[in-house]
């Protein structure tokens, strides 16, 4: 079967090896779309944090059960399934407290074990949901709009408050269109003023581009009270110190985007503040059911995320034009 492995920061290799076999508790999966994230992206740039080569990336997934043996989800040969790519232990702290998303011991496919980048992969079954009432785009897109989800579920929003999303790549895109779904007034900022006129376009929102005095513009926008939650989905080291400052007194900064390396924070500044500073890691399966609902329900559509199309042999040769902001992409989508 066909593969392809990022051998080292910006090396891409098609390779092919034998497909696996059936084993206990397992089912035997055929990968049918693959979609392109933030992870994938600084995997082969060579900045991701918990990352190491040779790796196969790939974990916004959408498959279908070519095996299975006896499983408690009900799961048979042909079912679609969406894969829940955190490998939690299911034992530790973490996940005796429900948090499995954040296990002591997680093995993430794609960062910490092989992911999808393969056409055919053996995953332990109970990390499989059965979703044959979407389509397949819509099940390999699950993943990332949970990690929105989860994010504004840690951060629990109320009807009508002042939010900020820093960053309309995909991660921003799915944390506006869900946090506008519970009601709260959003505003996004980028530098990148195509994706600011992206989602201006499909949501109707607020938008702020933060090469132009941001401060000001957002305090126009909230009369002067700042954002009482600021999301960060960008990852950068600049946008994740400076994001507190468009936050209201007494307001949730949430951290999604991760940067592989040290923050700076001004103590007196986010403690004048009281600001409570939290992270979101990964998802739960609270979060994964939540966002298929949406999608059954069409209150977030394709369209609005997928910008970019291709076929599995061609993702080697379009990967480099994904990292450029002239490209326009929002997420690219890789086809069996």
Request: aromatic share 8%; proline share 3%; hydrophobic share 40%.
């Amino acid at each position: 079967m066909k593969y392809i492995v990022c051998e080292k920061p910006r090396q891409f290799e098609m390779k092919e090896k034998p497909a696996p076999t059936l084993s206990e508790k397992h089912a035997l999966l055929k990968i049918t779309k693959i979609g392109i994230c933030g992870t994938d992206l600084h995997a082969y740039q060579g900045n991701q944090a918990f990352f190491t080569y040779p790796r196969i990336l790939g974990h916004e997934l959408s498959a279908e059960i070519l095996d299975i043996g006896a499983n408690d989800q009900h799961l048979n040969v042909g079912d679609k399934v969406v894969i829940m790519p955190y490998m939690s232990c299911g034992h530790c702290i973490a996940c005796r407290n429900g948090k499995t998303n954040c296990c002591s011991d997680l093995k993430v496919l794609g960062v910490h074990a092989d992911g999808g980048m393969q056409e055919i992969i053996l995953v332990p079954s109970r990390f499989l949901l059965k979703a044959n009432h979407l389509d397949h785009e819509q099940i390999a897109i699950i993943e990332p709009l949970a990690i929105g989800a989860h994010a504004i579920r840690r951060a629990n929003l109320t009807k009508n408050e002042f939010i900020l999303v820093v960053g309309c790549g995909p991660i921003g895109v799915g944390i506006i269109r869900l946090a506008q779904l519970k009601g709260v007034q959003v505003i996004a900022m980028d530098v990148n003023q195509d994706r600011l006129d992206f989602v201006k376009d499909k949501f109707g929102i607020h938008t702020v581009n933060a090469r132009y005095d941001p401060v000001n513009q957002i305090n126009q926008i909230t009369y002067d009270d700042g954002c009482t939650a600021v999301f960060d989905a960008t990852g950068n080291r600049r946008a994740l110190e400076t994001g507190v400052q468009f936050m209201a007194h007494g307001g949730r900064y949430i951290l999604v985007g991760l940067y592989k390396g040290d923050l700076t924070f001004a103590h007196p500044f986010i403690h004048s503040k009281e600001t409570t500073l939290m992270c979101s890691r990964n998802a739960n399966l609270e979060d994964f059911q939540s966002v298929m609902k949406v999608l059954e329900n069409e209150q977030f559509t394709k369209d609005a995320f997928i910008t970019h199309r291709v076929g599995f042999d061609e993702m080697i040769s379009n990967f480099d034009s994904w990292l450029l902001p002239e490209t326009g992409v929002i997420k690219a989508m890789v086809s069996f």
